[in-house]
C-alpha cells in the first residue's frame, strides 16, 4: 500500500491550499490518517491526525481554526484545507496512515513542499 498525496505549492501569506492523501489500495482501512510536517531545521510534528477508532481529528496548536482535515473516503483517503498560511507553515507535508495492528505510522506520502511568502 502507497500513500499518494497531491497539492502544496507556492502561495502568499494569508492564503490557502489544499493537500490530498489516498491510498493505492481501496481495500485499506487505516486506523489513523492524516499529516505531519518537517520545515527546514526543525523535528517532524503532527499538523492534523484523524483517529477512527475513537471518532476524532486533533490539530497542533499553531494550526487550530485555520486547518481542517476531512475525511474524503473511507478510511482511506483525507484532504488538508490550509487557510490563512503564513511564512510559518512552510515546511514539506506528509501524509501517514497506521493500522490497527500497530501503534506507529508505517504508511507515508512522498511528501509535498508548501511555501508561504510574506
Known amino acids: 500500500v502507497q500513500l499518494q498525496a497531491s497539492g502544496g505549492g507556492v502561495v502568499q501569506a494569508g492564503g490557502s491550499l489544499t493537500l490530498s492523501c489516498a491510498a493505492s489500495t481501496p481495500t485499506f482501512h487505516s486506523a489513523a490518517m492524516g499529516w505531519f510536517r518537517q520545515a527546514p531545521g526543525k523535528e517532524r510534528e503532527v499538523v492534523a491526525m484523524h483517529t477512527w477508532s475513537v471518532g476524532r481529528t486533533t490539530y497542533a496548536d499553531s494550526v487550530k481554526g485555520r486547518f481542517t482535515l476531512s475525511r474524503v473516503n473511507a478510511q482511506n483517503a483525507v484532504s488538508l484545507q490550509m487557510n490563512r498560511l503564513n511564512p510559518d507553515d512552510t515546511a514539506v507535508y506528509y501524509c501517514?496512515?497506521?493500522?490497527?495492528?500497530?501503534?506507529?505510522?508505517?504508511?507515508w506520502g512522498q511528501g509535498t513542499l508548501v511555501t508561504v511568502s510574506s
Open positions: 501517514a496512515a497506521r493500522t490497527y495492528s500497530r501503534s506507529t505510522y508505517d504508511y
